[in-house]
């Protein structure tokens, strides 16, 4: 099946900083990274997600890059806010009966004032 | 806005117990899923749903057993709770089709003692 690693587990960086998350996956058949940001206390919503027929995709502050070729895909925060500090979950995806989700491991991002 | 609610928000149960965890989800998802969250293990897949009576396992469906009567409901038993299946558990909903932004629910934190 497939494996998702995420680094670094946590992360510190000064307001204003850039922050960057990196994960790899094993299985080449996957065709779908989402990044899901999770505040104390809720559920996980998702921030921003790109298909594998795509290298880049930006939102505002936050852009996802993937590289097929070696299989990783990287979340990319730019002029961080306190606000952005979460736990940050990248994830990929096959289909199937529905689109299952394999989540890394999860990157604990703190935004210091 | 898509809203997925799930039963309890902390539960404690005894070694043996059958326990039940419920979600519903109110935008009329087809696709409905049940994760444990573990501290550096991210999320893992345990059940999902894709229609009404419509279930396969996951990653990590050993111990668990899931129910969908209803298309907004998902229900997630543990038919003899141990002390290993102390976690968060997640439910989320995606309306399938070319849609795959999954919906979570804040939580459950089950103890088993």
């Known amino acids: 099946g497939e494996n998702v690693e995420q680094h670094p587990s946590t992360l510190s960086v000064q307001e204003g900083d850039s922050a960057v998350i990196k994960c790899t996956y094993s299985d080449s058949a996957s065709n779908y990274f989402p990044w899901y940001k999770q505040e104390l206390g809720k559920g996980p919503q998702l921030i921003i997600d790109i298909r594998s027929n795509v290298g880049e995709k930006k939102d505002q502050r936050i852009a996802v890059t993937l590289n097929k070729t070696a299989k990783h895909f990287s979340l990319h925060i730019t002029e961080t806010q306190p606000e952005d500090s979460a736990v940050y979950f990248c994830a990929a995806s096959r289909y199937g009966s529905a689109r299952q989700l394999t989540f890394g491991s999860g990157t604990q991002l703190t935004v210091l004032p | 806005d898509v809203k997925v609610t799930q039963s309890s928000r902390y539960l404690v149960k005894r070694t043996g117990e059958k326990v039940f965890l419920e979600c519903v989800q109110d935008m009329d998802h087809e696709n409905m899923f049940w994760y444990r969250q573990d501290p550096g293990l991210g999320l893992r897949l345990i059940y999902f749903s894709y229609d009404v009576k419509m279930k396969e396992k996951g990653d990590i469906p050993e111990g668990y057993s899931v129910s969908r009567e209803k298309k907004e409901r998902f229900s997630l038993i543990l038919e003899s709770a141990s002390t290993n299946q102390t976690s968060m558990y997640l439910c989320?909903?995606?309306?399938?089709?070319?849609?795959?932004?999954?919906?979570f629910g804040p939580g459950t934190r089950l103890t088993v003692l």
């Open positions: 989320a909903s995606t309306p399938g089709g070319s849609t795959d932004t999954q919906y």
